[in-house]
C-alpha cells in the first residue's frame, strides 16, 4: 500500500513533503516575502473580483466588520500558484519507506533533540498542563514545519480567498477564510504578519484558520495567541491542546514496531512487506491531527528517535523497479559522483534524482527514460 499525502487531514495541514526536506535556513527554502516567485503574486482577476464583492456581504452577515474587511483584504489579491498548487497536489503518493526517509531523517532527529534540550523547560510546562509528552510535541514541529524553519510566507487572506472563488473546494475554503478573518477581528495577528503555505497551514505547526479558533492558546500570557512569531511557545502549547482534547492519555505510548518492545495493541503493515506496527489509542488521537497512518507512525517514530531509540529494526523490501533503499542510495552517489548531481543521497528517487538519470542516460547514448533499475546502478560501477 501507499501513502497518499493529501494536504488536508482532520482540521491540521501538513505542509507535504515538499517542505519536509531541508532546503537552507529561513522559511519557505529561505526564501523572504520578497522572493516569492511571480505566480504567489496577486495578479489580476475581475472574475475573483466579482466573487469578492459577494463574499464581503456573506461576511459581513456572519459578524465580520466593515473595518476588519477593509483591512484584511487592501494588500491582497488571487494568487493564480496556489490554485496550481491545489490541483497538481492529490495524487501525490510516496511508499511509507521513502515518506519515513524524509520525515524522519537523521537530520531531522538531530534538529529534534537539539530543539527539545533548548525547549526543555517550555516543553515541561506544557506537559503539565496538557498532559502531552514533550517528545511527540517536538515531533510534530519538527514534520509540520522543520522545527519553525518553513512557517509559509504566503498571505493566508490571499491563499483562501482564491481557493474559495476557485471553487474545487470552496466550500472549505470559504470556511477558512471566514475563520482568519475572526483571527485578525479577535487581533491575535495582524494581515501583514498572517503568512502560511500555499493552502492557508499557519505557524509553527501548521493550523488551518478553523482549528486555530477551536484548539489555539495563549501560552505565554500575553493576550494574543501567538503560532507565527520566532517564538514558537504558543504554536507547541496550541499543538498539545489539540492533542489532548482529542483525547490523548498521558503516559500510553503511540505505539511501535513489532518486535522490538512495542506496547499491544492492534498490528498495522502500512506496506507489504515493510515492519508492522502496533498502535494504541495515541495513535488514533494523532491521525486527528492528520488522518494518515504514515504520518501518525511519522510522528511516533520521531518522538522515539528524538527520545533516544534507534532506527526501525525491520526491513522494506525492494521497489517496484527492484532496488532496495541501500541501492538507491548507491545509485544516487554514484551519479553524483559522475557529475550528475542528484542534490542529496537518501534513497528516495524524486525529480532530482529522474533528471539526473535522464542527463546520464542521454551522456551514455541509452534510451532516456529517467526511471532507476539494477541494470542502471550495475552501469555506474
Request: contains cysteine; proline residues 6%; aromatic residues 8%.
Amino acid at each position: 500500500m501507499q501513502t497518499n499525502r493529501r494536504l488536508f487531514g482532520l482540521g491540521i495541514v501538513a505542509l507535504g513533503l515538499a517542505a519536509c526536506a531541508p532546503s537552507g535556513p529561513g522559511r519557505m527554502g529561505g526564501r523572504t516575502p520578497a522572493g516569492l516567485p511571480d505566480d504567489l503574486r496577486p495578479a489580476p482577476n475581475a472574475s475573483y473580483d466579482a466573487w469578492l464583492a459577494a463574499f464581503r456581504g456573506r461576511a459581513a452577515g456572519q459578524g465580520i466588520s466593515q473595518s476588519t474587511l477593509t483591512a484584511a483584504f487592501r494588500s491582497t489579491g488571487y494568487l493564480p500558484g496556489v490554485v496550481t498548487r491545489d490541483r497538481s497536489q492529490t495524487e501525490f503518493t510516496r511508499t511509507l519507506e521513502d515518506y519515513l526517509a524524509i520525515t524522519v531523517s537523521e537530520e531531522r532527529v538531530r534538529r529534534g533533540r537539539a530543539a527539545l534540550a533548548q525547549h526543555r523547560r517550555t516543553l515541561a510546562a506544557i506537559e503539565d498542563r496538557f498532559g502531552v509528552e514533550p517528545e511527540i510535541v517536538t515531533a510534530i514541529w519538527g514534520i509540520e514545519s522543520f522545527y519553525g524553519d518553513r512557517r509559509g510566507e504566503i498571505p493566508v487572506i490571499s491563499a483562501t480567498s482564491t481557493l474559495a472563488f476557485d471553487g474545487r473546494r470552496g466550500r472549505f475554503f470559504e470556511q477558512q477564510l471566514v475563520a482568519a478573518l475572526r483571527i485578525l477581528q479577535n487581533g491575535d495577528v495582524t494581515p501583514a504578519r498572517m503568512v502560511g503555505s500555499w493552502a492557508g497551514a499557519m505557524g509553527h505547526t501548521q493550523f488551518i484558520p478553523t482549528s486555530y479558533l477551536q484548539f489555539a492558546v495563549d501560552f505565554t500570557g500575553n493576550g494574543r495567541r501567538d503560532i507565527w512569531s520566532d517564538d514558537p511557545t504558543d504554536a507547541l502549547a496550541s499543538a498539545a491542546s489539540y492533542l489532548q482534547r482529542n483525547g490523548w492519555r498521558r503516559g500510553l505510548r503511540w505505539g511501535g514496531e513489532v518486535g522490538a518492545g512495542a506496547p499491544s495493541g492492534p498490528v498495522i503493515q502500512p506496506q507489504p512487506g515493510g515492519p508492522r506496527f502496533a498502535t494504541t489509542h495515541n495513535f488514533g488521537v494523532i491521525k486527528r491531527y492528520n488522518n494518515s497512518d504514515a504520518y501518525a507512525i511519522a510522528v511516533g517514530h520521531l518522538a522515539d528517535r528524538i527520545g533516544g531509540a534507534g532506527p526501525l529494526r525491520g526491513s522494506f523490501p525492494p521497489d517496484a523497479n527492484g532496488l532496495t533503499r541501500a541501492d538507491r542510495i548507491a545509485l544516487q552517489e554514484r551519479l553524483t559522483a559522475r557529475g550528475f548531481d542528484t542534490q542529496g543521497a537518501d534513497g528516495v528517487i524524486g525529480r532530482n534524482t529522474e533528471a539526473a538519470i535522464r542527463a546520464y542516460q542521454t551522456s551514455r547514448g541509452l534510451p532516456v527514460t529517467g526511471t532507476p533499475s539494477p541494470e542502471l546502478l550495475r552501469s555506474l560501477l
